[in-house]
């Protein structure tokens, strides 16, 4: 198994383990103890915040993707002068962030009509903002380092863990909810400090250099002109993304925000495998397009292809089968509140086939965003949200919540659509098999017929019936299939060799 499959999985066990400590937050803690207003302004500090803190980059992390192997060879880390460079980006950044806050405050208050709960907050978002800046910033250069998953430990395990602290501290009266808020504002700090050590440990990053070097002299003008059109595709992608946050809560308010975030985190569960292949795969498709390796940079994509083809079905089977068992537990635990999660059950459906069909293209995005055709990155996310926008306003005003769901389905598909014909067109790269389509069909017939099991009163019985069953058949089918080898022979040495090795003496 090569280095971005074991990283991969390392990486991908880690994101899960902080999609379990998440969905406990999301699920259970967050609706026991909040209300869906407060539950819903969480999630648009969360949203917003990420948003402004890719707008105060200022296009400074696409270099660092691209341009950061280039500087290490050629400079060595006491001599690289990048991590200065994109700080000072960076912060001036953040900077501008606060002067037009500072200037548009009573148009901000005014479009959010609708949550002014949210605009009596809305200033703790800033320093969300700028300690989430602080992360991505020095993840790029540990993606670069090839710690990508440290990283995805302390962004998806790690500040799940601290948000359950707060969770737990507001539920037992020991802090007050502005007390969650001001705290939950700085829930990155902790983060960007273990980071910091973690490089600067390495001895291979400094940021102590600030003299301007040869390379950046020679490299200047084509990481401005990368940098501004990746960042511009790059934010547009994030925009397109994340404005249906907005839309709800221009539109509707925070309580459906609530349920409208609880679809999101539920289907982008399918995102798990794909999050962890990004900060393995950059560095590595970086190095292959400078070295002109093309034939690795075609094994890539196929073997991403397969990989997470197949583990989007799992776990899109297994949400699927679940979501009215989700939806009676929801509704169970936040009786308090009033229940009222049904909407959820269409929701988390047209979501969780959105994202299978992004997970179903590899890792496309990767492999133009670090080629010499990064310039179509830009032009394939200004159509991603040139199209999003307004399918969003439209179907939300008319359908509500299900029509927005609906707009991600149609844009993420299209959005891929064209991504994959310039790949095939421009490098023939064409990762699908006849084993693909052989398996995705029996996978979907598999699912209606675990579907069909009789079902009684009791959720948590159902949870374990039909999941039980769906993944041994699930595993069975890939087995006599066999699409992607170097997934069954990972569950086949776990289950054969290492989990039994826990419990050997030694």
């Known amino acids: 198994m090569g280095i971005i499959q074991k990283q991969g999985l390392k990486s991908s066990f880690y994101i899960m383990i902080g999609f379990v400590i998440g969905a406990i937050n999301l699920l259970i803690l967050f609706p026991l103890f909040f209300s869906k207003s407060d539950q819903g302004l969480v999630r648009a500090m969360i949203d917003i915040g990420a948003t402004l803190s890719v707008f105060c980059t200022l296009g400074s992390l696409p270099v660092v993707y691209k341009f950061y192997p280039f500087y290490n060879q050629y400079l060595g880390p006491k001599k690289n002068e990048l991590p200065f460079i994109t700080l000072l980006v960076n912060l001036i950044g953040f900077g501008l962030l606060l002067i037009i806050g500072w200037q548009e405050k009573d148009f901000i208050i005014r479009k959010l009509g609708k949550s002014p709960?949210?605009?009596?907050?809305?200033?703790?978002?800033?320093?969300?903002?700028?300690?989430?800046?602080?992360?991505?910033?020095?993840?790029?250069?540990?993606?670069?380092?090839?710690?990508?998953?440290?990283?995805?430990?302390?962004?998806?395990?790690?500040?799940?863990?601290?948000?359950?602290?707060?969770?737990?501290?507001?539920?037992?009266?020991?802090?007050?909810?502005?007390?969650?808020?001001?705290?939950?504002?700085?829930?990155y700090l902790i983060p960007v400090l273990i980071l910091l050590l973690t490089l600067i440990k390495t001895k291979e990053w400094s940021i102590k250099?600030?003299?301007?070097?040869?390379?950046?002299?020679?490299?200047?003008?084509?990481?401005?002109?990368?940098?501004?059109?990746?960042?511009?595709?790059?934010?547009?992608?994030?925009?397109?993304?994340?404005?249906?946050?907005f839309f709800i809560l221009g539109f509707r308010g925070l309580?459906?925000?609530?349920?409208?975030?609880?679809?999101?985190?539920?289907?982008?569960?399918?995102?798990?495998?794909?999050?962890?292949?990004?900060?393995?795969?950059?560095?590595?498709?970086?190095?292959?397009?400078?070295n002109k390796d093309f034939v690795n940079i075609?094994?890539?994509?196929?073997?991403?292809?397969?990989?997470?083809?197949i583990i989007g079905l799992l776990l899109f089977g297994l949400i699927w089968l679940n979501i009215e068992n989700l939806v009676a537990f929801l509704n169970w635990i936040s009786h308090k509140q009033g229940g009222g999660y049904d909407a959820l059950t269409k929701l988390i459906f047209i979501l969780g086939l959105a994202k299978l069909i992004d997970l179903g293209t590899g890792v496309n995005s990767q492999i133009i965003g670090t080629?010499?055709?990064?310039?179509?990155?830009?032009?394939?996310?200004?159509?991603?949200?040139?199209?999003?926008?307004?399918?969003?306003?439209?179907?939300?005003?008319?359908?509500?919540?299900?029509?927005?769901?609906?707009?991600?389905?149609?844009?993420?598909?299209?959005?891929?659509?064209?991504?994959?014909g310039f790949l095939y067109k421009k490098f023939n790269l064409q990762p699908y098999t006849l084993k693909h389509g052989i398996f995705l069909l029996l996978s979907i017939s598999l699912m209606l017929l675990v579907h069909q099991i009789p079902t009684n009163n009791n959720f948590a019985i159902n949870i374990v019936i039909k999941s039980v069953i769906y993944g041994i058949a699930f595993y069975g089918l890939a087995y006599w299939i066999n699409p992607a080898p170097e997934i069954l022979n990972f569950f086949n040495d776990l289950f054969k060799n290492k989990i039994p090795g826990l419990f050997k003496r030694k």
């Not at 975030?261 to 950059?282: D, F, G, N, W």
Request: charged fraction near 15%.
């Open 255 to 290: 309580s459906d925000a609530a349920i409208f975030a609880i679809a999101t985190y539920v289907s982008a569960i399918l995102e798990i495998p794909q999050r962890s292949l990004t900060s393995i795969t950059i560095p590595v498709l970086a190095e292959s397009w400078k």
């Open 209 to 245: 250099n600030f003299k301007i070097s040869n390379v950046t002299r020679r490299l200047r003008g084509r990481m401005i002109n990368f940098a501004l059109f990746v960042f511009a595709g790059q934010f547009f992608n994030l925009l397109a993304r994340t404005n249906d946050t």
């Open 117 to 187: 709960d949210l605009a009596v907050y809305f200033n703790y978002v800033y320093p969300y903002t700028f300690f989430l800046l602080l992360f991505f910033w020095l993840e790029g250069f540990a993606w670069g380092l090839r710690k990508g998953v440290t990283t995805n430990f302390l962004k998806e395990t790690l500040i799940r863990i601290l948000t359950s602290v707060l969770i737990l501290a507001f539920g037992l009266n020991i802090i007050s909810f502005p007390t969650f808020i001001k705290l939950f504002s700085g829930i």
């Open 298 to 309: 075609k094994h890539i994509y196929h073997k991403s292809v397969s990989n997470l083809l």
């Open 371 to 420: 080629s010499n055709y990064w310039k179509f990155d830009f032009y394939t996310n200004l159509f991603y949200i040139l199209l999003s926008l307004p399918l969003n306003y439209y179907l939300i005003k008319h359908y509500g919540l299900e029509g927005l769901a609906f707009s991600n389905l149609v844009a993420l598909t299209l959005y891929n659509s064209v991504r994959f």
